[in-house]
C-alpha cells in the first residue's frame, strides 16, 4: 500500500479541518454551479434575505452623502467609471506580450481642467503602477478620498501615469494563440510575469511616450514582478530610473492559518487538484453578487484576518465597502502554486516545473556529498541595478524585510518601516496620504527623468493634515468629499 509521508504528522484536529475545508470547496463548488443557472431575479431574492438579515443586526440608517459616494464606487463598474466619479480623463492601451497575451494598460495624463494637447507624448515624467496578486488596476483608484488615490496625487503633480494588468485578470483576458477557457491560456506564473507581461508593458510605455525611462511602483507581487524582471533583463534596468515597492513581496513567511500554510508548503501543486488548472477562486464575483455588501465585506476581513493574521484596522469601514468590490480579479492557480513553491523553499526561484515532488515530512537522508540532485533557478535580485526604494509596514504578515534586504543589492537599496501598517493599509489606509505617498512622492522627485516638470513642492512625512498636504505639494481636488469620521 502506498504510503502518504504526511499522514503521521496529523492530528484528529487536522483532519477535521483537512475534512471541512474540502466539504467548503466542493460545496462551494456545487453552490456557484447552481447560481450559474438561476435567473436574475432568484439572485436578487438572495441578495435581498442577506440584506434583511443584516438589517436585524444592524438598524438602517439614513445616507449621508459619504454613504452615496461609497455606493457609487461600489458600483463602478470599472476603471473609467471610477475615474469619471473624481473627474478625471484616462487612456486605454492595448499590449501585445512576445507570447501573444494582449494586456490592457490604463493612462492618466492630465490634471483636472487640463487641455488635452496634440500628440501621445505630454512631456511629463513617466509613472508605471503595477497591482498585486488577484488584482487589477482599479484598486489604485477605488479609494474614497482623491488626496489618498496615489495615481491622482501623481497627475496633479504634473506626472503622466500609467497602470499596468496582468495576463488573466479583467483587463487582459485574451490571447492570440489560446482561448481563455483552454487550460493552455492559464499555464503561466510569475516567470511569465517577468520574462514578458513588464519588459513588453514598460517597452510599450516608452515608445508612446518617447520618454529614456520611467519609474516604477509595484504594489505586493507587483513589486515581485519587478524584482523578478529587473534581475533577468539587465537592459530593463537602464529603462527604469527608480523601483518603488509597496508592501513588497519577494519569499513570504508564510500563512497565518496554518493547516492551510502546512499542506501547501508540503505541496504546492495540492492547489491543482482543489482548484483545477485555470483560474483560482473564479467564483469570488458570483458571492460578491448574491451578498449584500456589508456581509461581503465582513467575509472577505474575516477571511484576511484567518489566512494572514491582518486585522485591517487602519482601513475606514466605508473604505472595505467601496474596494472590496474590486478587491478581486482573475489569476491562474499556477501563479498561486509558485507562490507557495517560493514559501517552501523560502528562496525567490522560478517555478519549479518538477511538479510530481512531494516535501516529505520525514527527512530524507543526506547525501553522503551534501549536495543535492536538483535546485531550480533562482532570480538573481543582487543584480538589479535601477534604485530600489522599499515602504513596507511592521505588522504585515508577507514582508520579512531582514531576509528581502539579504536579497537585494546593497548599495542603491533604501527601507522604510511604516509603523502599525499590514499590507492592504499601504493602498487604502485612511493616512495613506500622510504616512505612504509624501515618501513616494520624495523618491521619485529625487530619481525621475526632469524633476522639474513636476510642480514644486515639500515633502513630509506623518502627523500632517490633507489640508496641509495640499498646500505644500500644490495640488487640489475639487469636490473632494468630507470623510465622515469612523473612529
Known sequence: MARLPFIGRLKRRDYAEIFLGSFIVVFETFITFIIAFLPKYVIKWFYDRSRSIFHLVVPRAPKSEQSKLVD????????????????????????LTKDGYLLGLHRL?????????????PGKPVVYLHHGLLMNSEVWVCLTSAERSLPFVLVELGFDVWLGNNRGNKYSKKSIYHDPNSTKFWDY??????????????QYILDITKEPSLSYIGFSQGSAQAFAALSIHPPLNERVNVFIALAPAMSPDGLAASIVDGLMKASPTLLFLIFGRKAILSSAPTWQSILYPPVFSAA???????LFNWHSYNIDP?????????????ASVKSVVHWFQIMRTGKFQMYDDDVQRVMIARKEPARPSGVTAYAPARFPTRNIMSPIVLLY????????????MRELPRHGTTATRLYGYEHLDILWGKNVHKDVIPHVVAALKKYCVGPGRVREEKVVINGLSAAVLDEMSGYSTPGTPAMSSTE
Open 72 to 95: 457609487r464606487i461600489r458600483r463602478a463598474r470599472d476603471f473609467e467609471t471610477l475615474c469619471n466619479i473624481w473627474g478625471y480623463d484616462f487612456e486605454e492601451h492595448v499590449v
Open 109 to 121: 495624463r492630465l490634471r483636472k481642467g487640463e487641455e488635452r494637447t496634440p500628440g501621445s507624448a
Open 189 to 202: 506564473s510569475i516567470d511569465n510575469f517577468a520574462w514578458n507581461d513588464i519588459p513588453d508593458s514598460i
Open 300 to 306: 472577505i476581513t474575516t477571511s484576511l484576518r484567518w
Open 318 to 330: 466605508d473604505q472595505k465597502l467601496a474596494a472590496y468590490a474590486h478587491l478581486y480579479s482573475y
Open 393 to 404: 509596514g511592521d505588522s504585515d504578515s508577507l514582508v520579512d524585510i531582514e531576509q528581502m
